[in-house]
Protein backbone atom coordinates (compact mmCIF):
# COMPACT_ATOMS: atom_id res chain seq x y z
CA UNK A 1 0.00 0.00 0.00
CA UNK A 2 1.10 3.60 -0.81
CA UNK A 3 0.47 7.12 0.70
CA UNK A 4 0.95 10.57 -0.43
CA UNK A 5 4.26 12.42 -0.03
CA UNK A 6 1.94 15.00 2.26
CA UNK A 7 0.73 12.15 4.46
CA UNK A 8 4.17 10.06 4.41
CA UNK A 9 5.86 13.10 5.81
CA UNK A 10 3.61 14.02 8.69
CA UNK A 11 4.15 10.26 10.00
CA UNK A 12 8.10 11.31 9.44
CA UNK A 13 7.43 14.14 11.59
CA UNK A 14 5.76 11.90 14.51
CA UNK A 15 9.01 10.25 14.64
CA UNK A 16 11.14 13.47 15.05
CA UNK A 17 12.18 13.78 11.63
CA UNK A 18 12.62 17.25 9.82
CA UNK A 19 9.99 18.77 7.11
CA UNK A 20 9.42 21.92 5.86
CA UNK A 21 5.97 23.08 6.71
CA UNK A 22 2.84 22.21 4.85
CA UNK A 23 0.00 22.33 4.46
CA UNK A 24 -2.92 19.47 2.30
CA UNK A 25 -5.37 21.44 -0.27
CA UNK A 26 -8.01 19.81 -2.59
CA UNK A 27 -8.93 22.84 -3.20
CA UNK A 28 -7.43 26.55 -4.74
CA UNK A 29 -8.93 28.71 -1.40
CA UNK A 30 -7.70 25.57 0.12
CA UNK A 31 -3.88 26.06 -1.11
CA UNK A 32 -4.09 29.42 -1.01
CA UNK A 33 -5.07 29.34 3.16
CA UNK A 34 -1.86 27.52 3.59
CA UNK A 35 0.37 29.40 1.45
CA UNK A 36 -1.08 32.25 3.79
CA UNK A 37 -0.03 29.96 6.95
CA UNK A 38 3.74 30.20 5.85
CA UNK A 39 6.50 32.43 6.12
CA UNK A 40 7.54 32.59 2.21
CA UNK A 41 8.51 34.36 0.89
CA UNK A 42 8.86 31.29 -1.23
CA UNK A 43 6.09 28.82 -1.49
CA UNK A 44 6.42 24.98 -3.71
CA UNK A 45 2.95 24.06 -4.96
CA UNK A 46 3.63 20.05 -5.17
CA UNK A 47 0.94 18.25 -7.03
CA UNK A 48 0.22 14.58 -4.90
CA UNK A 49 -0.36 11.82 -7.00
CA UNK A 50 0.76 8.07 -6.18
CA UNK A 51 4.10 8.70 -8.49
CA UNK A 52 7.53 10.18 -8.77
CA UNK A 53 8.84 12.22 -11.02
CA UNK A 54 6.21 15.10 -10.50
CA UNK A 55 9.11 17.92 -10.87
CA UNK A 56 9.57 17.23 -15.11
CA UNK A 57 6.02 16.18 -15.66
CA UNK A 58 3.89 17.61 -18.33
CA UNK A 59 0.40 18.09 -17.98
CA UNK A 60 -1.66 16.63 -20.55
CA UNK A 61 -4.34 20.13 -20.55
CA UNK A 62 -1.30 22.31 -20.71
CA UNK A 63 0.50 23.70 -22.98
CA UNK A 64 4.61 22.02 -23.67
CA UNK A 65 5.61 25.35 -22.61
CA UNK A 66 3.73 24.72 -18.75
CA UNK A 67 5.82 24.23 -15.54
CA UNK A 68 5.21 20.87 -14.12
CA UNK A 69 3.92 19.20 -10.80
CA UNK A 70 6.18 20.84 -8.60
CA UNK A 71 6.14 24.73 -9.12
CA UNK A 72 7.99 27.14 -6.80
CA UNK A 73 5.67 30.11 -6.51
CA UNK A 74 7.34 33.51 -5.39
CA UNK A 75 3.77 34.98 -4.07
CA UNK A 76 0.15 34.13 -2.64
CA UNK A 77 -1.37 34.92 -6.57
CA UNK A 78 1.21 32.83 -8.11
CA UNK A 79 0.21 30.13 -5.41
CA UNK A 80 -3.25 30.42 -6.68
CA UNK A 81 -2.47 30.32 -10.45
CA UNK A 82 -0.24 27.30 -10.09
CA UNK A 83 -2.86 25.54 -7.92
CA UNK A 84 -5.45 26.69 -10.37
CA UNK A 85 -2.93 24.64 -13.08
CA UNK A 86 -2.96 21.65 -11.72
CA UNK A 87 -6.09 20.66 -10.11
CA UNK A 88 -8.40 18.57 -11.79
CA UNK A 89 -5.68 17.96 -14.77
CA UNK A 90 -3.83 15.01 -15.71
CA UNK A 91 -0.08 14.78 -14.70
CA UNK A 92 1.57 12.81 -16.79
CA UNK A 93 5.67 11.86 -15.97
CA UNK A 94 8.08 8.95 -16.18
CA UNK A 95 6.36 6.62 -13.47
CA UNK A 96 2.53 7.23 -14.43
CA UNK A 97 2.85 5.95 -18.00
CA UNK A 98 1.42 7.76 -20.98
CA UNK A 99 -2.12 7.99 -19.65
CA UNK A 100 -0.98 9.81 -16.54
CA UNK A 101 -2.83 10.78 -13.10
CA UNK A 102 -5.59 13.23 -12.72
CA UNK A 103 -4.42 15.75 -9.60
CA UNK A 104 -6.95 15.98 -6.93
CA UNK A 105 -4.91 17.05 -3.75
CA UNK A 106 -2.31 19.56 -3.61
CA UNK A 107 0.30 20.54 -0.97
CA UNK A 108 1.60 23.73 -0.29
CA UNK A 109 4.88 24.07 1.41
CA UNK A 110 7.30 26.33 2.68
CA UNK A 111 10.45 27.12 -0.14
CA UNK A 112 13.85 25.71 1.01
CA UNK A 113 17.05 27.33 0.73
CA UNK A 114 18.96 24.07 -0.55
CA UNK A 115 22.64 23.92 -0.30
CA UNK A 116 22.45 20.25 -1.40
CA UNK A 117 20.54 17.28 -2.58
CA UNK A 118 21.15 13.45 -1.30
CA UNK A 119 19.18 10.49 -1.83
CA UNK A 120 18.46 8.21 1.08
CA UNK A 121 16.08 4.89 1.12
CA UNK A 122 15.27 2.02 3.45
CA UNK A 123 13.84 -1.02 2.10
CA UNK A 124 13.36 -4.79 2.87
CA UNK A 125 16.45 -6.24 1.05
CA UNK A 126 15.08 -10.24 -0.04
CA UNK A 127 18.75 -11.60 -0.66
CA UNK A 128 20.02 -10.58 2.59
CA UNK A 129 16.25 -10.89 4.26
CA UNK A 130 17.40 -7.56 6.29
CA UNK A 131 16.71 -3.88 5.86
CA UNK A 132 18.85 -2.04 3.89
CA UNK A 133 19.96 1.55 3.99
CA UNK A 134 20.39 3.21 0.36
CA UNK A 135 22.30 6.02 0.05
CA UNK A 136 23.82 8.58 -2.85
CA UNK A 137 25.26 11.68 -2.94
CA UNK A 138 23.52 12.12 -6.29
CA UNK A 139 19.86 13.31 -4.98
CA UNK A 140 16.97 14.88 -6.84
CA UNK A 141 17.72 12.74 -9.76
CA UNK A 142 16.38 9.14 -10.99
CA UNK A 143 17.95 6.87 -8.62
CA UNK A 144 17.74 3.97 -11.86
CA UNK A 145 19.83 6.24 -13.75
CA UNK A 146 22.49 7.20 -11.19
CA UNK A 147 22.47 3.26 -10.43
CA UNK A 148 22.81 1.96 -14.37
CA UNK A 149 25.68 5.00 -14.95
CA UNK A 150 27.34 5.85 -11.97
CA UNK A 151 26.88 2.76 -9.91
CA UNK A 152 29.88 3.44 -7.91
CA UNK A 153 27.63 6.51 -6.06
CA UNK A 154 25.37 4.78 -4.54
CA UNK A 155 26.10 2.43 -0.88
CA UNK A 156 24.15 -0.22 0.71
CA UNK A 157 24.56 -0.50 4.55
CA UNK A 158 22.52 -3.76 5.72
CA UNK A 159 20.96 -2.99 9.29
CA UNK A 160 22.11 -6.64 11.32
CA UNK A 161 18.29 -7.06 13.18
CA UNK A 162 19.83 -8.36 16.44
CA UNK A 163 21.56 -5.37 16.92
CA UNK A 164 19.19 -3.07 15.97
CA UNK A 165 20.11 0.24 13.73
CA UNK A 166 23.46 1.38 15.48
CA UNK A 167 25.17 4.32 15.47
CA UNK A 168 27.82 3.35 13.62
CA UNK A 169 25.13 2.43 10.85
CA UNK A 170 24.38 6.17 11.02
CA UNK A 171 27.82 7.14 10.63
CA UNK A 172 28.41 4.92 7.50
CA UNK A 173 25.84 6.48 6.32
CA UNK A 174 26.80 9.79 6.86
CA UNK A 175 30.67 8.57 5.74
CA UNK A 176 28.89 7.47 2.13
CA UNK A 177 26.92 11.18 1.72
CA UNK A 178 30.44 12.56 2.95
CA UNK A 179 29.06 14.65 5.64
CA UNK A 180 31.17 15.55 8.64
CA UNK A 181 30.88 17.59 12.17
CA UNK A 182 26.91 18.33 12.94
CA UNK A 183 26.02 17.47 9.57
CA UNK A 184 26.81 14.12 10.22
CA UNK A 185 25.43 13.45 13.82
CA UNK A 186 22.24 14.90 12.21
CA UNK A 187 22.42 12.19 9.52
CA UNK A 188 23.17 9.75 12.78
CA UNK A 189 20.51 11.18 14.27
CA UNK A 190 18.14 10.95 11.08
CA UNK A 191 18.71 7.67 10.02
CA UNK A 192 18.02 6.12 13.53
CA UNK A 193 14.56 7.77 13.37
CA UNK A 194 13.96 6.77 10.40
CA UNK A 195 14.88 2.78 10.94
CA UNK A 196 11.86 3.46 14.18
CA UNK A 197 9.53 4.82 11.78
CA UNK A 198 10.11 1.93 9.00
CA UNK A 199 10.33 -1.04 11.57
CA UNK A 200 7.19 0.52 13.92
CA UNK A 201 5.15 1.62 10.91
CA UNK A 202 5.45 -2.54 9.13
CA UNK A 203 7.54 -0.44 5.72
CA UNK A 204 8.12 -1.94 3.30
CA UNK A 205 10.33 0.89 1.55
CA UNK A 206 10.69 4.62 2.74
CA UNK A 207 12.57 6.79 -0.22
CA UNK A 208 13.75 10.35 0.67
CA UNK A 209 14.83 11.92 -2.54
CA UNK A 210 15.96 14.83 -1.97
CA UNK A 211 17.19 14.82 1.44
CA UNK A 212 18.68 18.13 1.73
CA UNK A 213 21.10 20.11 3.50
CA UNK A 214 19.43 23.54 3.61
CA UNK A 215 21.58 26.90 3.23
CA UNK A 216 21.55 27.26 7.24
CA UNK A 217 23.08 23.46 7.90
CA UNK A 218 19.82 21.57 8.56
CA UNK A 219 19.02 18.36 6.79
CA UNK A 220 15.11 18.14 5.97
CA UNK A 221 13.04 15.25 4.28
CA UNK A 222 12.17 17.53 0.94
CA UNK A 223 10.20 14.68 -0.59
CA UNK A 224 9.57 11.22 0.58
CA UNK A 225 7.78 8.18 -0.89
CA UNK A 226 6.33 5.60 1.80
CA UNK A 227 4.75 2.36 1.14
CA UNK A 228 3.47 -0.35 3.22
CA UNK A 229 3.64 -4.24 4.07
CA UNK A 230 -0.34 -4.24 3.37
CA UNK A 231 -0.40 -8.09 5.26
CA UNK A 232 0.67 -5.83 8.82
CA UNK A 233 -2.03 -2.97 7.77
CA UNK A 234 -4.53 -4.48 10.10
CA UNK A 235 -2.16 -3.36 13.03
CA UNK A 236 -1.80 0.30 11.67
CA UNK A 237 -5.63 1.34 11.18
CA UNK A 238 -4.13 4.74 11.38
CA UNK A 239 -2.20 4.31 8.28
CA UNK A 240 -4.92 2.15 6.38
CA UNK A 241 -7.21 5.28 6.73
CA UNK A 242 -4.68 6.96 4.90
CA UNK A 243 -5.57 4.83 1.87
CA UNK A 244 -6.59 6.73 -1.38
CA UNK A 245 -8.48 4.63 -3.43
CA UNK A 246 -8.37 6.63 -6.99
CA UNK A 247 -4.93 6.07 -7.08
CA UNK A 248 -4.74 2.57 -7.24
CA UNK A 249 -6.27 -0.28 -10.22
CA UNK A 250 -9.97 -0.25 -9.84
CA UNK A 251 -9.52 -3.82 -10.81
CA UNK A 252 -7.25 -4.31 -7.67
CA UNK A 253 -9.56 -2.24 -5.73
CA UNK A 254 -12.54 -4.75 -6.43
CA UNK A 255 -10.46 -7.77 -6.24
CA UNK A 256 -9.47 -6.91 -2.93
CA UNK A 257 -13.10 -6.98 -1.74
CA UNK A 258 -13.26 -10.02 -2.78
CA UNK A 259 -9.79 -10.99 -1.22
CA UNK A 260 -8.62 -12.27 -4.82
CA UNK A 261 -4.99 -11.54 -5.11
CA UNK A 262 -5.11 -9.91 -8.23
CA UNK A 263 -2.50 -7.96 -10.25
CA UNK A 264 -3.22 -6.44 -13.99
CA UNK A 265 0.36 -7.59 -16.42
CA UNK A 266 0.34 -5.92 -19.86
CA UNK A 267 -0.33 -9.41 -21.89
CA UNK A 268 -3.88 -10.77 -23.48
CA UNK A 269 -4.58 -13.98 -21.58
CA UNK A 270 -6.24 -13.88 -18.48
CA UNK A 271 -5.51 -16.54 -15.96
CA UNK A 272 -7.45 -17.66 -12.77
CA UNK A 273 -5.62 -19.96 -10.72
CA UNK A 274 -5.69 -21.17 -7.09
CA UNK A 275 -2.56 -21.29 -5.17
CA UNK A 276 0.22 -18.57 -6.10
CA UNK A 277 3.16 -21.08 -6.99
CA UNK A 278 0.84 -23.00 -9.29
CA UNK A 279 -0.17 -18.71 -10.70
CA UNK A 280 3.30 -18.24 -11.60
CA UNK A 281 3.76 -21.91 -12.82
CA UNK A 282 0.44 -20.88 -15.20
CA UNK A 283 2.11 -17.57 -16.22
CA UNK A 284 5.21 -19.24 -17.04
CA UNK A 285 3.56 -22.03 -19.34
CA UNK A 286 1.83 -19.01 -21.50
CA UNK A 287 4.76 -17.00 -21.93
CA UNK A 288 6.41 -20.21 -22.62
CA UNK A 289 4.15 -20.87 -25.90
CA UNK A 290 4.54 -17.33 -27.24
CA UNK A 291 1.93 -15.53 -25.41
CA UNK A 292 1.71 -13.42 -22.29
CA UNK A 293 -1.01 -13.56 -19.22
CA UNK A 294 -3.14 -10.54 -18.64
CA UNK A 295 -2.57 -10.66 -15.13
CA UNK A 296 -2.07 -12.64 -12.00
CA UNK A 297 -4.95 -13.93 -10.20
CA UNK A 298 -5.03 -16.39 -7.26
CA UNK A 299 -8.41 -17.10 -5.68
CA UNK A 300 -6.82 -18.84 -3.08
CA UNK A 301 -7.74 -22.10 -1.19
CA UNK A 302 -11.52 -21.96 -0.71
CA UNK A 303 -12.67 -20.46 -3.60
CA UNK A 304 -16.56 -20.80 -3.75
CA UNK A 305 -18.83 -19.86 -6.45
CA UNK A 306 -18.91 -16.19 -5.88
CA UNK A 307 -15.18 -15.80 -5.35
CA UNK A 308 -15.36 -17.26 -8.84
CA UNK A 309 -17.85 -15.05 -10.30
CA UNK A 310 -15.98 -12.38 -9.05
CA UNK A 311 -13.02 -13.06 -10.61
CA UNK A 312 -14.44 -13.71 -14.04
CA UNK A 313 -15.92 -10.18 -13.85
CA UNK A 314 -12.39 -8.05 -12.40
CA UNK A 315 -10.58 -10.63 -15.55
CA UNK A 316 -13.15 -9.76 -18.29
CA UNK A 317 -13.20 -6.19 -17.20
CA UNK A 318 -10.03 -5.84 -18.55
CA UNK A 319 -10.67 -4.79 -22.06
CA UNK A 320 -7.00 -6.87 -23.58
CA UNK A 321 -7.82 -10.03 -22.09
CA UNK A 322 -8.54 -12.32 -25.35
CA UNK A 323 -9.13 -15.53 -23.55
CA UNK A 324 -9.13 -16.99 -19.99
CA UNK A 325 -7.10 -19.85 -18.73
CA UNK A 326 -8.40 -21.49 -15.65
CA UNK A 327 -5.75 -23.84 -13.67
CA UNK A 328 -7.61 -25.32 -10.59
CA UNK A 329 -6.19 -27.52 -8.69
CA UNK A 330 -9.15 -29.12 -6.49
CA UNK A 331 -7.62 -30.64 -3.19
CA UNK A 332 -9.72 -28.93 -0.16
CA UNK A 333 -12.23 -27.65 -3.00
CA UNK A 334 -13.53 -30.92 -5.26
CA UNK A 335 -13.30 -30.35 -8.73
CA UNK A 336 -16.96 -30.79 -9.28
CA UNK A 337 -17.86 -27.75 -7.13
CA UNK A 338 -15.37 -25.89 -8.64
CA UNK A 339 -16.86 -26.95 -12.27
CA UNK A 340 -20.30 -26.12 -11.36
CA UNK A 341 -18.71 -22.49 -9.88
CA UNK A 342 -17.13 -21.93 -13.72
CA UNK A 343 -20.36 -23.14 -15.27
CA UNK A 344 -22.24 -20.82 -13.27
CA UNK A 345 -20.08 -18.11 -13.41
CA UNK A 346 -19.57 -18.15 -17.29
CA UNK A 347 -23.67 -18.05 -17.71
CA UNK A 348 -23.68 -14.82 -15.34
CA UNK A 349 -21.04 -12.95 -16.85
CA UNK A 350 -22.04 -14.09 -21.03
CA UNK A 351 -18.24 -15.06 -21.25
CA UNK A 352 -17.26 -13.84 -25.14
CA UNK A 353 -14.21 -15.29 -25.07
CA UNK A 354 -12.40 -18.57 -25.29
CA UNK A 355 -12.47 -20.72 -21.92
CA UNK A 356 -9.79 -23.49 -21.53
CA UNK A 357 -10.45 -24.88 -18.34
CA UNK A 358 -8.01 -27.43 -16.59
CA UNK A 359 -8.46 -29.30 -13.44
CA UNK A 360 -6.94 -31.49 -11.50
CA UNK A 361 -7.49 -33.16 -8.04
CA UNK A 362 -10.46 -34.43 -6.12
CA UNK A 363 -13.55 -35.35 -8.21
CA UNK A 364 -11.73 -34.44 -11.71
CA UNK A 365 -14.07 -36.63 -13.42
CA UNK A 366 -17.18 -35.38 -12.31
CA UNK A 367 -15.69 -31.88 -12.61
CA UNK A 368 -14.80 -32.38 -16.49
CA UNK A 369 -18.30 -33.92 -17.05
CA UNK A 370 -19.93 -30.86 -15.45
CA UNK A 371 -18.09 -28.73 -18.07
CA UNK A 372 -18.60 -30.75 -20.75
CA UNK A 373 -22.54 -30.96 -20.22
CA UNK A 374 -22.67 -27.21 -19.48
CA UNK A 375 -23.91 -26.38 -23.40
CA UNK A 376 -21.07 -23.76 -22.83
CA UNK A 377 -18.03 -23.77 -25.50
CA UNK A 378 -15.61 -24.50 -22.57
CA UNK A 379 -12.37 -26.13 -23.73
CA UNK A 380 -11.25 -28.82 -21.35
CA UNK A 381 -7.12 -29.21 -20.97
CA UNK A 382 -5.21 -32.46 -19.16
CA UNK A 383 -2.69 -30.96 -18.06
CA UNK A 384 -0.35 -27.52 -17.52
CA UNK A 385 1.27 -28.01 -20.93
CA UNK A 386 -1.77 -29.06 -23.01
CA UNK A 387 -3.52 -25.96 -21.51
CA UNK A 388 -1.56 -23.44 -22.30
CA UNK A 389 -1.33 -24.70 -25.75
CA UNK A 390 -5.08 -24.55 -26.36
CA UNK A 391 -5.99 -21.44 -24.55
CA UNK A 392 -3.02 -19.68 -27.01
CA UNK A 393 -4.25 -21.58 -30.12
CA UNK A 394 -7.92 -20.46 -29.15
CA UNK A 395 -6.50 -16.76 -29.03
CA UNK A 396 -4.84 -16.94 -32.13
CA UNK A 397 -7.24 -18.18 -34.12
CA UNK A 398 -10.24 -16.08 -32.78
CA UNK A 399 -7.90 -12.96 -33.37
P1 LIG B 1 9.49 14.67 -7.76
O1 LIG B 1 10.57 13.75 -7.28
O2 LIG B 1 8.16 13.98 -7.88
O3 LIG B 1 9.84 15.40 -9.02
P2 LIG B 1 10.26 16.47 -5.58
O4 LIG B 1 9.46 16.81 -4.39
O5 LIG B 1 11.45 15.62 -5.37
O6 LIG B 1 9.26 15.82 -6.65
O7 LIG B 1 10.63 17.83 -6.26
C1 LIG B 1 11.53 17.95 -7.35
C2 LIG B 1 12.58 18.98 -7.03
O8 LIG B 1 11.97 20.21 -6.66
C3 LIG B 1 13.46 18.62 -5.85
O9 LIG B 1 14.56 17.82 -6.23
C4 LIG B 1 13.90 19.97 -5.34
O10 LIG B 1 15.01 20.43 -6.08
C5 LIG B 1 12.70 20.87 -5.66
N1 LIG B 1 11.88 21.05 -4.45
C6 LIG B 1 10.92 20.22 -3.98
N2 LIG B 1 10.40 20.67 -2.83
C7 LIG B 1 11.03 21.83 -2.54
C8 LIG B 1 10.96 22.80 -1.48
N3 LIG B 1 10.10 22.65 -0.47
N4 LIG B 1 11.80 23.87 -1.54
C9 LIG B 1 12.66 24.02 -2.56
N5 LIG B 1 12.77 23.16 -3.57
C10 LIG B 1 11.99 22.09 -3.58
MG1 LIG C 1 11.61 13.48 -5.59
Given at each position: MNIHEYQAKELLANYGIGIPTGYPAMTVDEAVKGAEQLPGPLYVVKAQIHAGGRGKGTFK?????AKGGVRLAKSIDDVRSDATDMLGNTLVTVQTGDEGKEVNRLYVTDGVDIEKEYYLSMLVDRATGRIAMVVS?????DIETVAHD???KITTITVDPAAGFTDADGQKAADALKLSGDLAASCVDLTKKLYEAFVGLDCAMIEINPLVETKDGKLLVLDTKMSFDSNAMFRHPDVEA????????PMEVEASKYDLAYIKLDGDIGCMVNGAGLAMATMDIIKLNGAFPANFLDVGGGADKEKVTAAFKIILS?????GILVNIF????KCDIIADGIVAAAKEVNLSVPLVVRLEGTNVEKGKDILSNSGLPIVSADNLGDAAKKIVAEVKQAA
Open positions: ELGADTEGGMTPELRDESEEDDPSVKGGIM
